[in-house]
């Protein structure tokens, strides 16, 4: 079977509807077609300043909510990044394999430092994207699912793979990004032309999947929409009205124009209520699922362990190869 990989980062106690729409819903449906491998990033969400206590927290809590959202520790496997050494060691590998100027064309990092400046900014945050090719190449991984902030990275991660591959032979499998157009890009609810961010969305533009349901609903019929009365899709001109239609299609599954269709002659107050209902019928369930599986440290800390060793088993019998081909001395 192909292999596919992910990550997402603790940086939050909740993932967002972006999250969950542009990548995750995306993890759980390949869980049977692809050997699945997916990981919380713990060490990417390091790259800007953290409390350790709440990362600690922050991790359980992911690795809750992704099973909150459908994955199956039987059908794929789920671990902590930190768990398995050997993402940094290649993190380093790569990043020796990486130009300056190269890594510095990432746009991530420049939107990640606009607001205090590149000075501000740590190393570790402007090597992110190499150590997020170390994570997708250990796997020899087909797929990576990730929302469309991430294509640039993915493209960095082939260029790589391709690079070592030329220079010491072939190593390792080139990736493709797997993308669903429709979903890409969620938009935060009150600046509908940024994407929503865990880390950078004001409270009123996200919708955290562990909040309040109340509270969820509240924020989106205060979502920014136009002076207009026409719910069409239409990113250029009406950019709030689009995202609003984007969640309802990718949470019903009614297609964009059925629902143009279903709101002709209605207002934005009809669409940002059904909108509001759907997320509601979504969460509530989810988060229910979530605390519960919290509750039980010892499942989860035993389901993450499990993951851990098996993704070890593989990323160990390539970092060997890596070593091999770079013409290091093999340890006796
Ligand atoms: P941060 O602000 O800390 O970077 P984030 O919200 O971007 O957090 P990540 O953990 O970096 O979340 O990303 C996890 C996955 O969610 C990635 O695949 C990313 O592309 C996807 N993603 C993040 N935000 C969105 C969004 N607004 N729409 C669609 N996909 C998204
Ligand atoms: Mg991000």
């Known amino acids: 079977r192909p292999r596919v990989f992910s990550g997402i980062q603790p940086t939050a106690d909740s993932f967002h509807l972006g999250n969950y729409l542009g990548a995750i819903r995306q993890w759980v449906e390949m869980q049977d077609t692809y050997d699945a ?102 796997y020899d991984t087909d797929q990576v699912p990730v929302g469309e902030d991430q294509r640039q990275h993915l493209e960095l991660t082939r260029d790589l793979a391709q690079r070592f591959n030329n220079r010491f032979g072939e190593t390792f499998r080139v990736p493709e990004a797997y993308i669903i157009k429709e979903t890409a890009k969620i938009y935060d609810l009150q600046e509908p032309r940024v994407k929503m961010s865990k880390s950078a969305s004001s409270p009123n533009g996200i919708i955290e999947l562990l909040d309040d349901p109340k509270v969820s609903a509240k924020r989106i019929r205060s979502a920014v929409t136009d002076s207009g009365r026409e719910v069409r899709f239409d990113e250029e001109e009406k950019p709030g009205v689009s995202n609003l239609l984007t969640i309802l299609s990718a949470l019903t599954r009614r297609s964009i124009p059925e629902l143009e269709d279903a709101y002709a002659g209605k207002g934005y107050g009809d669409l940002k209520r059904d909108v509001a209902d759907a997320v509601v019928e979504f969460v509530t369930p989810f988060r229910e699922r979530t605390f519960a599986l919290l509750e039980d440290r010892e499942t989860l800390d035993g389901i993450l362990a499990r993951g851990a060793d098996r993704a070890r088993a593989v990323a160990s019998e390539k970092l060997r190869q890596v070593h091999d081909r770079l013409g290091f001395v093999p340890a006796k």
Request: glycine residues 6%; hydrophobic residues 45%.
């Open 37 to 138: 491998f997916y990981c919380v990033v713990d060490l990417h969400a390091i790259t800007v300043g953290h409390d350790p206590n709440r990362l600690r927290e922050r991790t359980l809590l992911a690795a809750a909510q992704l099973l909150a959202a459908g994955l199956d520790p039987e059908r794929c496997t789920l671990f902590v990044q930190s768990h398995v050494a050997e993402h940094s060691q290649l993190s380093w590998i790569l990043g020796c394999l990486t130009g300056f100027g190269e890594a510095s064309r990432m746009t991530q990092f420049k939107d990640k430092t606009q607001r205090q400046g590149v000075e501000a900014a740590t190393v570790g945050l402007f090597t992110y994207p190499v150590l997020m090719a170390a994570d997708i190449l250990l």
